[in-house]
């Protein structure tokens, strides 16, 4: 070498401790968000620190949390899939129709996989072969999925499940802990492991920052990409199973708004909209807050609308806040 | 060396038209600038020359507004300013043409030209009209021959340049300040470019002009200032000083050899190519790569040099040709396959195609090497770590730690992870896309030493340059194109600038 790169410089590994770094995190503040309003709960109603009464309370994310850690990888990776409620209700009709035929629970949960593995693949092959924006072609299926599902009802209900099917959305582990609770738990870590640990999760970030560069740098995009879709679609199968097993019957509004509370959930969980960074404790933590907003909320008698008014105001708060106070520090300077 | 020199015998040095005071700039763990000064004065273009990471970039953010100096002063006509946001250094005069043009490429030209202070007729809606008037008038001013309705992303690279010159000059601009202005450019769009700094000298506008090329320096600049590591190291009058002098001041010591290519054993072809074509780019490229050798490839801007080598790199599909390696012949569809088979390319546009921003720097480097520092498809952190270190320390990179975002680093030391980058994947060849580009001539030699290195370990290097003394110093053989057609393959006594650039701009021998 010459001359100008004579000195050897060390450069460590690390800028900061990871410890230091993680109570600077989102997921940190997020924590003090969750600790707060559990607190708040229990002082609000006195029904509220009661085990069997917060695991009831987890029913109000354990679906929505499945599809959201799929959902996670999708948004990193920068695309999105709005039709994710649309497959549950697709799945959720097919699994009615074939109830009627006389299908038995093995049957039911290959349909319910097997209609949102179908769906994802669809919006898959748009996205990722056409190479159209997802936004737009979710759009499309969230209103292709929900109509077929519409046409095959119409204005009835599918009923009659079997018994041994109610296990999954109604069924227990061990003591309060319920089989979707169980369900979200190895999801958490297995989608966890999949996005930090793994040379996919990997892959996904890289695409998310800046996907020419990771196609550059041999990153098989569109391959990565039809993954993340498939396995959206399959998350909200397996949604499907769980919520129809728990009402038991499948209804034309079934799940109806539920794609704008899943990226509710991902986004507070501190994914960034754009793509690029985020994390699925982040997404864990987020599940509980909201799981805890709404309960709370419903041991105090407030009506449904009113919840929804406040889980915006969350959203919304919890995003700005961070950098309101820093607007304001740089002020003060 | 007289570095601080008396003022020109015919006046005595007027007030400068802009100065900055002991300004500094620092950044978390950083000082971005040290208590700099600089002075610029009407009628005159001053050379700000320095390595990557002196300080240079953040100067000009500091006088467009956009970062805020910490201590230190700037003083306009004498008096003390603060440009709080780009607006208020705009409104002051003062304009800047970036190394990285930011524009808009789905607006017009004329639209790029005029955004945020386009012509209004009386009812306050832009006036389409006079605004393609004036924005045809500052083209034609500037010699460039470009619609001013035609949409930005129809045009090469090297127009967009010109566009955001045109843009730099709507504002009646007192102060313009040049951000490397030819990196992109031709040779005869820089000569349209000096002459239109003489024309904003007449014109009495203070000019900073910034470069790594010291040709361009020597050629066009009244006086220089020279930063080093943040901080002001010296200034003077540029007929003062020889090319060494500037040298010396910049790196701190002398660099005698510049290109350092060391004779290496060249042995079998490791890749040939034969009746590569492209329906629109390139049309029967053909020549051979031996091992151990540095092929240039030589052209004018847009002779389908970076194309060929983006098909040979799996991104683009040609329509037909074979390409053999090590006799083999193979058909690469992709990148990935491209890395397997020990081919990699890294291409010239290194914010969008190179480093991965928001990414750390260890997570850069090991992208395309996952399969071995992994198991199973799990990350193995601190395999990423070693593999990370053994490369980057090699490039002599400069960083605060290996897991910071590669967008802190300078420009030359995101060239650096980038090469080490595809260093880390062991290729057999590696094609490098105007490795110097922008950066500065402590990293130029870096990576020049590097590139000399590897080829005499076997390696096979094709670069891509349109740099004359890189071409001719660091090549074994040359292949010129032109028009996307191979026009002469050069080597040994043939190698001259002349023959070089004549075949390049198709001139014939006789005209010559």
Redesign the interface.
Known sequence: ?????AT??H?????SRPGVRLLRSWEALLLIVAVLIFTANSFASPYFLDAWNLSDATFNFTEKAMIGFAMALLIVSGEIDLSVAAIIALASTAMGAAVQAGAGTPELLAIGLGVGLLCGTFNAVFVTVLGLPSIVVTIGTMSLFRGLSSIVLGDQAYGGYPADFAWFGQGYVWWVFSVELVLFALLAVGFGALLH???????V??IG??Q?????????VRRVKFLLFLMTGLMSGLAAICLTSRLGSTRPTIALGWELEVVTMVVLGGVNILG??GTIPGVVIAAFVMGLVTFGLGLLNVPGIVMQVFIGLLLIGVIALPRLWSRIGARRR | MTAQQAPLADAAMPQPLLALEDVTKTFPGVVALDGVRLELHAGEVTALVGENGAGKSTLVKVLTGIYQPDGGRILLDGRPVAFRTAHHAAAAGITAIHQETVLFDDLTVAENIFIGHAPRTRFGLIDIGAMQARARELLDGIGARIDPAARLRDLGIASKHLVAIARALSIDARVVIMDEPTAALSHKEIAELYELVEQLKAQGKAILFISHKFDEVFRISDRFTVFRDGQFIAEGRTADVTEDDLVRLMVGRAVDQIFPKRPAAIGDPILTVAGYSHPTEFEDIGFSLRRGEILGFYGLVGAGRSEVMQALFGITRPAKGAVRIDGKVRVIRSPAEAIAQGIVYVPEDRGSQGAIIGLPIFQNVTLPSLARTSRHGFLRLAREFALTREYTGRLDLRAAALDQDVGTLSGGNQQKVVIAKWLATRPKVIILDEPTKGIDIGSKAAVHAFMSELAGQGLSVIMVSSEIPEVLGMSDRVIVMREGRIVAELEGEELTPETLVRHAAGISEAAG
């Open positions: 070498m010459t001359d100008t790169a050897e410089r450069i460590p590994d690390r800028l640990l793994t040379n996919f999760g990997r892959a970030y890289a920052n800046n020419t560069a990771a196609l550059f740098s041999g990153i098989r690029g960074s």
